[in-house]
C-alpha cells in the first residue's frame, strides 16, 4: 500500500486503496462522450490507470483502439479487448507513441509531487506527434462543503466524508461508498491545484492547455510544447 493511501471492503485493495469489487460496480459517466468528441475517429488511445476498464469497454464500443495501462494485476483482469500492461505509469516506456494519452481519474492530483511529475512526463513521452493528451482534474469545489454525498440512480451511496491538511498542500480524502449488499471506503493523497498551478506542472512537463472540453473545466485537452516535441 502506498503511504498516506488506504481502502477497506470486501475483495482484493489496490496499492493505492481502490476495491476492484467496487470499480467494477460502478457506472460508467459521460466520460467516453467527452473523449470521443475532442479527437480523430478511431484513434489510438493509451490509457494511463485503467483500473478494471470501465473507460476501456466503452471507447473500445465507440471504436478505439486501447492499450490500457495500470498498476494492479487484480484490475486488468477485469478488462476485455484491449492491450493490457501492468507496472506503475509513471515508469512506463514503451517504444512507440499514440494518438490519444489518457490521464483520468485525477491522477494529476497525485500528492506526491515525483509522481505526478513522472506521470506527466509518461504522457508526453508518448503522445505522437500531432496527437493530445487528455486529462481529467477536479472541479474547483472538490474539497470544499465536506463532508458531502450523493445518490446514485444505479443504487448506491458515495460520501465524501473528510478532506484534511496533511502538509505541504496536501488533503487526506476520505470516500465512502455504500451498496445494499457491501459498503467500500477509499483513503488517498490529493494535492489541490489551481488554474495557474495546474497550467505550470503542465508546463514543466512540456505541455500546454489546448482547450478545456466541459463547461465545468474538469476535462481538459493539452498538447506537448515546442519545446518538448523539438527534444523527442
Same mark, same amino acid.
Given at each position: 500500500?502506498?503511504?498516506?493511501?488506504?481502502? !477497506?471492503?470486501?475483495?482484493?485493495? @489496490?496499492?493505492?486503496? #481502490?476495491?476492484?469489487?467496487?470499480?467494477?460496480?460502478?457506472?460508467?459517466?459521460?466520460?467516453?462522450?467527452?473523449?470521443?468528441?475532442?479527437?480523430?475517429?478511431?484513434?489510438?488511445?493509451?490509457? +494511463?490507470?485503467?483500473?478494471?476498464?470501465? /473507460? !476501456? %469497454?466503452?471507447?473500445?464500443?465507440?471504436? $478505439?483502439?486501447?492499450?490500457?495501462?495500470?498498476?494492479?494485476?487484480? /484490475?486488468?483482469?477485469?478488462?476485455?479487448?484491449?492491450?493490457?500492461? #501492468?507496472?506503475?505509469?509513471?515508469?512506463?516506456?514503451?517504444?512507440?507513441?499514440?494518438?490519444? *494519452?489518457? +490521464?483520468?481519474? $485525477?491522477?494529476? %492530483?497525485?500528492?506526491?509531487?515525483?509522481?505526478?511529475?513522472?506521470?506527466?512526463?509518461? #504522457?508526453?513521452? %508518448?503522445?505522437?506527434?500531432?496527437?493530445?493528451?487528455?486529462?481529467?482534474?477536479?472541479?474547483?469545489?472538490? %474539497?470544499?462543503?465536506?463532508?458531502?454525498?450523493?445518490?446514485?440512480?444505479?443504487?448506491?451511496?458515495?460520501?465524501?466524508?473528510?478532506?484534511?491538511?496533511?502538509?505541504?498542500? *496536501?488533503?487526506?480524502?476520505?470516500?465512502?461508498?455504500?451498496?445494499?449488499?457491501?459498503? =467500500? !471506503?477509499? !483513503?488517498?493523497?490529493?494535492?489541490?491545484? @489551481?488554474?495557474?498551478? $495546474?497550467?505550470?506542472?503542465?508546463?514543466?512537463?512540456?505541455?500546454? *492547455?489546448?482547450? #478545456?472540453?466541459?463547461?465545468?473545466? @474538469? =476535462?481538459?485537452?493539452?498538447?506537448?510544447?515546442?519545446?518538448? @516535441?523539438?527534444?523527442?
Amino acid at each position: 500500500m502506498r503511504e498516506g493511501y488506504e481502502g !477497506t471492503g470486501p475483495g482484493a485493495i @489496490t496499492p493505492d486503496g #481502490c476495491a476492484v469489487e467496487l470499480y467494477s460496480r460502478l457506472p460508467i459517466g459521460n466520460e467516453p462522450d467527452v473523449i470521443a468528441a475532442a479527437v480523430p475517429e478511431g484513434a489510438g488511445i493509451l490509457e +494511463l490507470g485503467s483500473g478494471v476498464g470501465r /473507460m !476501456t %469497454h466503452a471507447l473500445l464500443e465507440r471504436g $478505439f483502439t486501447v492499450t490500457a495501462v495500470d498498476e494492479s494485476a487484480a /484490475m486488468l483482469e477485469r478488462v476485455r479487448g484491449a492491450r493490457t500492461i #501492468c507496472g506503475p505509469i509513471e515508469e512506463l516506456a514503451l517504444d512507440e507513441t499514440f494518438d490519444v *494519452v489518457l +490521464l483520468a481519474s $485525477f491522477l494529476v %492530483h497525485a500528492g506526491d509531487v515525483e509522481v505526478r511529475r513522472g506521470l506527466l512526463r509518461t #504522457c508526453v513521452r %508518448h503522445v505522437a506527434e500531432g496527437g493530445c493528451v487528455l486529462i481529467q482534474r477536479e472541479g474547483e469545489d472538490y %474539497h470544499e462543503n465536506v463532508p458531502r454525498e450523493r445518490e446514485d440512480p444505479s443504487g448506491f451511496t458515495v460520501r465524501i466524508t473528510s478532506s484534511e491538511p496533511v502538509g505541504d498542500g *496536501v488533503n487526506s480524502v476520505r470516500v465512502e461508498y455504500e451498496f445494499p449488499d457491501a459498503v =467500500w !471506503t477509499q !483513503t488517498f493523497r490529493a494535492r489541490p491545484l @489551481t488554474e495557474e498551478q $495546474f497550467e505550470e506542472a503542465l508546463g514543466e512537463a512540456g505541455l500546454k *492547455v489546448d482547450r #478545456c472540453l466541459t463547461a465545468d473545466r @474538469t =476535462w481538459v485537452r493539452a498538447v506537448p510544447t515546442a519545446e518538448a @516535441t523539438g527534444s523527442a
